[in-house]
Every structure is written in C-alpha cells, then in structure tokens.
C-alpha cells in the first residue's frame, strides 16, 4: 500500500480552494487508510507540538504571506523533514505550491530520489495585475517554470488550464478535477432563516461566495448589482459571503439592496447557497471554480464568467449562464431574463443538482491515486497496486 507525502503551503484552518481541496483528500486517505505525512504551515497563534489535525500533519512556523495576510508563509524545519521523510519512507511525494514547503518538497524528492508529483492551482502570473505588481511578471513566470520542470505529473484541474499551460512551454500536465460533497450541499438546506436574518424582503435572493480580494472581480460585481434597471432591482437582494481585503470597500460602496455576511461555512453556508435563487460569479481568474459547483450542488443555477475551469463547470442554458469575463451588461441581461423567468430559473437548478451529483469526491480521488500508480509503474517497471479505493 502506497505511502504519500504531501507538501503544501496552505491547509486548514486557512480558507481557500487548495487548502478544503487538501482536507478532504487527507479525510480520504485516512478513510481507506493510506499512509501519508502531511508537510504544511503553522496557524497563527497555534501551538506546533499540538496535534490539530492528525498525528501524520507536521507544522511549521510561519508568517502571514503579503498579497494574502490569511494565507500563511512558513519557515520549514529541514533537518525535521528530513529526519521524518527517511523515517516513514514515502513511495511518492506530492508538492500542491510553489512556495516555501513546496520548495521543500522538491528538494528532499530529488535529494532522497523519490518520485516527485505536483498539482497547479492558482494562476498567480494572472493575480499581479490586480497588485499592480506586473513588473514582476517574468521573474514569476521563469520561476514557475523551473519549479514545475521537475514533476513526473503535474495535475491541473480543468482542460482550460492544462492547455494554457501546454502554450506556455509545460509537460506532463494531467486532469485531476475537483467534487462537490452533495449531502453538506443540497438543496435540502433551504430555510426561511436565511431571509430573516438578513431582513430581505424582496422575491429573489443572488448570492456570491469567495475571498472579497481584486482577482474576484469584485468591482465587476458591484458594477453589475448597480446596473440591473430599477424593477428588477426591486425584485433582488445580494447576500455576498466571504471575506477578504476589499470587505470594507464593498460595503462603503455597496447598493442599499446587498448585505455582506462575512466568513460563512459549514452549515451556514450550504443554507445560503440552497436558499439562493441565483449564484453570479464573476471572477475570470479561476482554474476550476469550487463554489459555482457547491452552488449546483445546492441547487442553484449560476451566471459566471466565460474564463478559466468555471467554463467547464456551468453548461449555458442548462445549469446557468456565461458571460464575457468584464462584460456587465451580458450579466445584467442573463440576470434580469432569469428573473423575469423564474420556471426556467428553477429548471436550470435542477438540473445543476444532477450535474453535481455526477462529480463525486471519491471518483476524483480514486483517479488521482490512479495516477499515482502510473507514475510509480513508469518509475519501477511493474504494476504498483496503491489501495482498496483503486482496485474498487
């Protein structure tokens, strides 16, 4: 049975689309019990000899990152990695960023020769435009480069981007997509609550979901919510879930019928996105776009940005819309036709529903141990079985 070390810089208790990705795999390795050593930073204010997570999660001090003050930057410990990589001997390391742990993880894979995998999922040469930091772009675009020359696999999760990448010179690119857990997110979680807690009045509830920062497009958002014409907008309420550091921008400059709820998870968050009528998602920097299939997952219909993995996740005029990334009067239109429309409304939920309940967590990570085998059979010359889950 395989053993696989895992080195990233972000993981819970941080809130982002890598760090639930990485959760919920170690939840299914532990299920299926499949060894693996878990390599990430420390929490702020955490105690690193506490077990938080597992006993096989090692933690390293670290420091709050500048573009992303709740994502952390860690200062690993490479005598401890060492020490813990010959001590559990991993048949296959997987490094999921390009930063400090990640860089940590490369060298010990080549140092030890042990098979290195890596997954890409942030297109961080597309965020330096929103920093104003562009004149940084070839320095990070040669960088990524040489980090990710070294993988057997590197794993994308939508064609999208794998083939952005393919144009920029990368090989060994894979798809390893991303699930949607369809009992924490159903549409069984719709509740009156959610009306009453925010006091919205009107008939139809839009919602967004994700990090209140520039890469989401946030201004689009507001350019949108400003635009719909006056009788629709007496028919909507925005709930806009999330935080972030344009959470006190948005809510200065925000339209009287939109209310910010902060940081929602759990089962708060499945209820506002079950009792959404409408998800709209802007953001045209995604590689794949968790919360547009956790809103499906609700039974919600999403009008999202044609870019990036979000493309491949909507099917227009069947589970949603797509508009041009930027274009506010292509959203303001697909708004205002489904709201004028509500049986088709409903109809496009349903069917995101279904589509939901076709992307299975375990499907997603049975493909990826998968890949693992076809690694370590290329590496080793003969079949490599990894586990129950695999052999199905």
Known sequence: ?????????????????????????????ERNQINYRLFVPAAAGENLYKERFSKQVLRFTSLPFFLYPECRMAFPNLFKIKKELEEFQPDLIHVATPFNMGLSGLYYGKKLN??????????????????????????????????????????????????????????NIHIWSRGVDCAQFSPQFYTDRIREKYKIDAPYLLSFAGRLAPEKDLDILLRIAHSLNPEVKKKVHWLIVGDGPLFKEINQSK???????????????AEVYATSDLFVFPSGTETFGNVVLEAHASGTAVIGAKAGGVQEIIRPGRTGY????????????????LIEHPGVLKAMGREARAYALTQSWDVIFNDLLLQYEG??????????RLSHAVRG
């Open 255 to 269: 339209p009287d019928n939109m209310t910010l709820t902060g940081y929602l998870s759990g089962r708060e968050l």
């Open 322 to 337: 797509l508009c041009e990334k930027g274009n506010v009067e292509q959203f303001v239109n697909c708004i205002s036709a």
């Open 375 to 384: 690694v370590l059979r290329n590496r080793q010359g003969s079949p490599v």
């Open 114 to 171: 042990i098979p290195l995998v890596s997954s890409y999922h942030t297109n961080f040469d597309q965020y330096l435009q929103y920093y104003r930091l562009e004149f940084l772009s070839g320095w990070l675009s040669r960088y990524m480069k040489w980090f990710y020359k070294s993988f057997h696999k590197i794993f994308v999760p939508s064609n999208h981007t794998k083939m952005e990448l393919l144009q920029r010179g990368y090989a």
């Open 1 to 29: 049975m395989v053993k696989v070390a895992i080195f990233t810089d972000t993981f819970s208790p941080q809130v982002n689309g890598v760090a639930r990705t990485f959760q919920r795999f170690v939840e299914y390795l």
